[in-house]
């Protein structure tokens, strides 16, 4: 079976960190498609549009037409959204996070902290984002044994539900004494 491609959408103006961002992705074992928005309007703009919709969105704070904090302040995507930024102030990175943000990423001067800097990112996000198509392609270990779909969430049954759902117990059901 062939891995499907992870969609990243890279919110970035400018060009030098787009080629880094591509060089440093190129080298990561995992498909990557890599969308490009230069300015704030594009990314509103291919977020809002259907059927795209990305894995994980890495965002410049300093954006040309609409920032990346009011970016994050009118687009609230279901998916992680990592800021990758050269600003070093303490609120900016508050306020990504209140906004919704999974990560603020201060962005390395140096070329090989930048490729693994990357690297890493993509490695943490693009788990959760496998889990969730494996979830979806393959029935879960709670499926096999018969379990409701209901109760399987990634493969992981919780036993209160089971209980009270399977057996009629309680999540009180005192199963040692």
């Known amino acids: 079976m062939s891995m499907k491609p992870i969609e990243l959408l890279l919110v970035e103006d400018g060009a030098g960190d787009i080629l880094l961002m591509k060089q440093a992705l190129a080298r990561e074992s995992t498909p990557i498609s890599i969308h490009v928005a230069v300015d ?13 919709q990305p894995d994980l969105v890495i965002l410049d704070l300093n954006l040309p037409k609409i920032s990346g904090l009011s970016l994050l302040e009118r687009f609230h995507p279901d998916v992680p959204v ?3 930024t050269s600003s070093t102030n303490p609120r900016d990175r508050e306020r990504c996070l209140e906004l919704g943000a999974k990560e603020c990423v201060l962005k390395p001067t140096d070329l090989d902290d930048y490729r693994h800097v990357v690297s890493q990112i993509v490695r943490n996000w693009e788990r959760p984002k496998r ?11 709670a499926e096999s044994l018969g379990f409701d779909i209901p109760l399987a969430v990634g493969g992981f049954v919780d036993p209160t539900t089971v209980m009270r759902t399977r057996w009629g117990g309680s999540a009180d059901t005192n199963f040692g004494s």
Do not use: C, N, W, Y
């Open 40 to 52: 704030g309007k594009q990314a509103m703009e291919m977020l809002a549009a259907r059927p795209f």
């Open 82 to 84: 990592i800021v990758f």
């Open 131 to 141: 889990e969730r198509q494996r979830a979806i392609d393959t029935p879960s270990h």
